[in-house]
């Protein structure tokens, strides 16, 4: 995932059909992450407003790779 700023926390779940991962922003600023995902195309650019908590989900059949800034 490289470096992530400390006040960006980033997680993930893994259910029975679906993952999720998650991206809280207590920076700032807004901040930007793609997911990356194996086989399938990586996710849009997710913006986070500063001190909002956004989520992505796919398939569980996919591999989740980590994230990388986009803004």
């Not at 990586?42 to 591999?63: M, Q």
């Amino acid at each position: 995932m490289g470096s992530l700023p400390a006040c960006v926390d980033i997680w993930h779940n893994s259910g029975w059909v679906t993952q999720t991962v998650y991206i809280k922003n207590t920076c700032s600023r807004r901040v930007g992450y793609v997911v990356e995902i194996a086989v399938i195309p990586d996710s849009h650019c997710i913006e986070v407003p500063r001190g909002k908590t956004k989520k992505y989900n796919w398939g569980k059949a996919w591999r989740w790779d980590g994230v990388h800034k986009c803004l």
